[in-house]
């Protein structure tokens, strides 16, 4: 299992770190604690980015013009 920093979460997810900040303080990310930082399970990134999407796609779906 790999784990991720806040900033490599970042830039995988093309946000700022608040935003990973606020997904791991909100329990949208699980996430481990290290010293004073984060590390985010790689696999649960993906997983999270994935759910986002599905959610997008359903919310979307039918919607003419809606891309």
Known sequence: ???LT???VAEVMRVSKMTV???V???HLPAIRVGR???VPENAVH???RE???EWI???AGKPGQE
Do not use: C, I, K
């Open 1 to 3: 299992m790999r784990f």
């Open 6 to 8: 806040v900033a490599e």
């Open 21 to 23: 900040y606020r997904l």
């Open 25 to 27: 303080h909100n329990g």
């Open 37 to 39: 930082s984060f590390r």
């Open 47 to 49: 997983e999270y980015l």
């Open 52 to 54: 986002s999407y599905a």
């Open 58 to 60: 359903a919310s979307h």
